[in-house]
């Protein structure tokens, strides 16, 4: 079964540094995600991205934020000068157009800022 | 989008059916409803989606009565590794894609 693989599992960074999330969607998928879920909460919509732009974005997915497509394969999503409250999981997910589709997410990274 | 409501935890046992309702009043008419279920520490899968009426797969049934203003999910014969969260979720319509808003999902624990 096709899967869509985050690196890394886990990172652990100091407060104010640069981090990228790494994603590899479903090869023939064509709409890309990023969500993530604070420890004890609900899983939080945070980008989506087609045809090489944002579309549609969350009150979360501030300046701090931005997503890549790089090249034909990974998705990245950027966080700059990471906060504490950063700390969560961080999904990626991929889906194809049509009625019948569900989204596939990854098994997230956690990101843990100090 | 469509508020979803449904329970926020369920015990059972092995062996037995689950059913877990979700209700979504203010459903629209080219919304579908799709149910995920979630493990710790991993992303949301994928497990039935339909748009009315019963639609069944190698995981689960999903029953939506006519008026869908709510559905059931079910799982039957639940073993201890169905223990998980379950979110309800509506729209995916045919735009063919829509953001998903995840609620608080109902917790499901099977015990021996």
């Known amino acids: 079964e096709p899967e869509v693989t985050q690196t890394p599992s886990h990172q652990v960074t100091q407060m104010g540094q640069e981090v990228i999330l790494r994603c590899v969607p479903i090869s023939n998928h064509l709409y890309f995600y990023w969500y993530r879920q604070i420890l004890g909460q609900k899983v939080e919509f945070l980008v989506s991205f087609y045809n090489n732009e944002i579309s549609e974005k969350s009150e979360i997915f501030d300046d701090q934020f931005s997503v890549e497509r790089p090249d034909g394969s990974n998705f990245t999503l950027k966080i700059r000068s990471t906060k504490l409250e950063d700390s969560a999981m961080y999904f990626c997910?991929?889906?194809?157009?049509?009625?019948?589709?569900?989204?596939?997410f990854g098994s997230g990274t956690r990101l843990t800022v100090v | 989008l469509a508020k979803t409501t449904q329970p926020i935890s369920m015990d059972s046992y092995e062996g037995q059916e689950v059913n877990i309702t979700c209700s979504h009043n203010n459903i629209a008419t080219n919304d579908y409803i799709t149910w995920y279920q979630q493990f710790p520490s991993q992303g949301p899968r994928f497990i039935i989606q339909?748009?009315?009426t019963k639609v069944t797969n190698e995981v689960a049934s999903l029953f939506i009565p006519a008026d869908r203003k709510s559905s059931t999910l079910s799982l039957p014969r639940v073993s201890l590794s169905d223990t998980a969260v379950y979110y309800c979720l509506v729209g995916l319509g045919d735009s063919g894609y829509s953001t998903l808003t995840f609620g608080k999902g109902t917790m499901l624990l099977v015990s021996p």
């Open positions: 997910a991929s889906s194809l157009p049509g009625l019948n589709y569900g989204y596939t």
């Open positions: 339909g748009y009315k």
